[in-house]
């Protein structure tokens, strides 16, 4: 469901340039003008060959499957790309914007003079107009999105240099300094413990969630795989579950968490593993 949100309010973004011309377009097919007899198009899953991104364009290994093209009167066309990680795009801009939405994995955009964002499944970025940007993978984790972007004149991007191994490896900003901005939405150790244990809650929000869990050097997908690791072969299923929770959110899927409790059945003992399993499957069923 967070998902299908964040899909329909990207797809708002892109709406308002496209309603005018719809708006036009639907008084004349009322009258069997413009668009008078045209049926729906249907493009089944498979049916548009993947290709590569080329090497001017991207670095690593990228994979672009077509979604759909601009039809006049419409100019917005879509794509799915995947990038293994470490893979990202080359600076580029758009003469109309883009917008991603990110379907799995962890990854990461930036705008020329800004510092890099984390974004992770379910996230929708927009970009706006003739901004200078690249997106890609994080470094540990793959990383797919879909890209909707509006063709003016005929172009709906133009290409630049590629992004060096030092831009790509800048310290990632820091999320909680935007998230808890508003100090009216409560951290999440104060929601569970706050009210009992004030400075475990404290301690727990400032110094485990917003320094250890924002160092760069592991993405928080890998790093959400250590955690749930550990509290299976601890058989912690209270904590794991919030931990599955948040391992989800962090593009971790449910076959990994699957494999990897299958995984750790030989190393922390069958019962720890059963236990892990009831948990997940509660956990991915309420998703």
Partial sequence: MKLLGATISALSLVGSAYTQTVQNGASADTRGGQGAGQSIKILRSGSQPSREGPAENFSGKVRVDPLFEASAPGRARGSLVTFDPGARTAWHTHPLGQ???VTAGVGRVQRWGDPVDEIRKGDVVWIPAGQKHWHGAATNSSMSHIAIVEVLDGNSVEWKDKVSDSQYSAAVR??????NANSSQPRPSQRAIGDFAPKLSELTDNVLY???WERPDLSKRDRSLVTVA???ALNRPDQLRSHLTRARDNGVTQEELIETITHLAFYSGWPNA?????VAKEVFEKK
Avoid: N, Q
């Fill in 99 to 101: 917008v991603l939405i």
């Fill in 174 to 179: 820091a999320e909680l300094s935007t998230t």
């Fill in 210 to 212: 917003a320094d250890v």
């Fill in 230 to 232: 550990a509290l299976i």
């Fill in 274 to 278: 059963v236990t892990a399993v009831g």
